[in-house]
């Protein structure tokens, strides 16, 4: 099966622009998720959708942060404006069964200057 | 809230060797999910190996295999005879079983594996 797609693979902007990320999940998968794993840390959880709804957006910065699912297939994540600190790498993952564990795309690697 | 911390921020292992890599948590809970993930310089997070609480036999795959202690919050990642491709970012993480099942990750350990 084909896994979890995303693009772009890098983008660099400069702080106060805008910049939007793309995830296709596995298909059939109803949960999406998006990380923000910053250089040296662990992934941390800013979204999670259960087809097009979400279940818990509680991490995310919701003053320049959002996400959508439309249709509950793919889903896009914006920064708006973005801050230095945004500098991190952003994962998508999707899960048909959460014992399963979860499926991860490479990432978008931000770096905002 | 549940907390994973991997106390070994780097290992090295020379090849064909074995290596374990730690992991503890914090929960109140008594059902969840543990998991490790592989993160090579590709980004991918790759599931190497999972273990449901309830559970007291510890999961294998392949070379991987786990040593859970449900009583003392343990985690630990066991690699039996090493290979250059498993030189890695290593993730432990945890599920709580909720309506969100949102899985909570560690900070990493870095393995390498020398030649």
């Known amino acids: 099966e084909a896994g979890v797609a995303q693009s772009p693979r890098y983008k660099i902007i400069e702080k106060r622009q805008s910049v939007a990320f793309w995830c296709n999940p596995i298909?059939?998968?109803?949960?999406l998720y998006w990380y923000q794993q910053i250089l040296g840390q662990g992934p941390k959880l800013l979204i999670q959708?259960?087809?097009?709804?979400?279940?818990?957006d509680s991490q995310l910065p919701k003053d320049r942060f959002s996400a959508e699912r439309l249709k509950g297939v793919d889903s896009t994540l914006k920064i708006q404006p973005a801050k230095l600190e945004d500098s991190a790498v952003y994962l998508c993952?999707?899960?048909?069964?959460?014992?399963?564990?979860?499926?991860f795309g490479s990432g978008t690697r931000l770096t905002v200057v | 809230a549940q907390t994973v911390t991997q106390s070994q921020p780097e290992m090295s292992v020379q090849e064909a060797e074995t290596v374990t890599l730690s992991c503890t948590y914090d929960?109140?809970?008594?059902?969840?999910?543990l998991f490790w993930y592989k993160q090579p310089p590709s980004r991918q997070m790759i599931l190497v190996i999972r273990?449901?609480?309830?559970?007291?036999q510890n999961a294998t795959e392949n070379r991987f295999s786990v040593n859970f202690q449900k009583a003392a919050k343990s985690f630990s990642l066991k690699i039996s005879d090493s290979q250059l491709g498993d030189t890695a970012m290593y993730f432990c993480?945890?599920?709580?079983?909720?309506?969100?099942?949102?899985?909570?990750f560690g900070a990493g350990t870095r393995l390498t594996v020398k030649p």
């Open positions: 929960t109140s809970e008594n059902n969840y999910y």
């Open positions: 273990q449901e609480a309830y559970k007291q």
């Open positions: 298909s059939g998968h109803a949960t």
């Open positions: 993952a999707s899960s048909l069964e959460y014992a399963l564990g979860y499926t």
């Open positions: 959708f259960q087809n097009n709804g979400v279940v818990d």
């Open positions: 993480a945890f599920m709580k079983l909720n309506n969100n099942n949102d899985m909570r």
